[in-house]
């Protein structure tokens, strides 16, 4: 089945600063690449996506880029925010069990200090 | 509209007991999904269902099952809880695949 490996599990930037959170896949049939938020006690919500046929795709201060080639994609926040501190979580469209489902990565613990 | 659902918030229970951890959509999703939380371990994959009647395992499906029998509602039942269990579980729904997944509050069990 599908593996996705996200890094780093903790990251700490200065207000301002730019963050950048890599994660790679195994599944070369992966299609699908979801970036969620989760801030503390609260449920995921989708950020950003991309899928297979884009290179890059920015939304304001978000960007997520994708190498199909190389397996790997990543989310990009510049000009970072105390309230993007949170929890993200990479997430890639795989096949299981003969149908499309998300694997998801670690996640990575975002700290933005003021 | 409330989006996806889910009953109870926090359940504690004993080691052997069963129970039905609920989730309901009203959006008319086709696409629902269980999913537990562990610490350093992102969100793993229980079961999921592509429409009524149709449903499928996961990364993780022991201990659970699953049923769809509308298009509203798709309940995970513990048949015998193991300390194993305590987790944080997410229910989810998309409209199709590939597209954004909704997910409910969460619900947090503990079983001692």
């Known amino acids: 089945g599908e593996n996705v490996e996200q890094h780093p599990s903790t990251l700490s930037v200065q207000e301002g600063d730019s963050a950048v959170i890599k994660c790679t896949y195994s599944?070369?049939?992966?299609?699908?690449f979801p970036w969620y938020k989760q801030e503390l006690g609260k449920r995921p919500q989708l950020i950003i996506d991309i899928r297979s046929n884009v290179g890059e795709k920015k939304d304001q201060r978000i960007a997520v880029t994708l190498n199909k080639t190389a397996k790997h994609f990543s989310l990009h926040i510049t000009e970072t925010q105390p309230e993007d501190s949170a929890v993200y979580f990479c997430a890639a469209s795989s096949l299981t069990g003969g149908r499309r489902a998300l694997t998801f990565g670690s996640g990575t613990r975002l700290q933005v200090q003021p | 509209n409330a989006g996806v659902t889910q009953t109870p918030k926090f359940q504690v229970l004993k080691t052997g007991q069963s129970m039905t951890l609920q989730c309901a959509q009203d959006?008319?999703?086709?696409?629902m999904s269980w999913y537990r939380q562990d610490p350093g371990m992102g969100l793993r994959l229980i079961h999921y269902s592509v429409g009524a009647g149709i449903t499928d395992q996961g990364e993780v499906p022991n201990g659970y099952n699953v049923s769809r029998s509308t298009t509203e509602d798709f309940p995970l039942r513990l048949l015998s809880a193991a300390p194993s269990q305590t987790s944080v579980y997410f229910c989810a729904s998309k409209v199709a695949e590939n597209t954004e997944a909704f997910f409910g509050q969460g619900t947090r069990l503990t079983v001692v």
């Open positions: 599944d070369s049939a992966s299609n699908y």
């Open positions: 959006m008319n999703h086709e696409y």
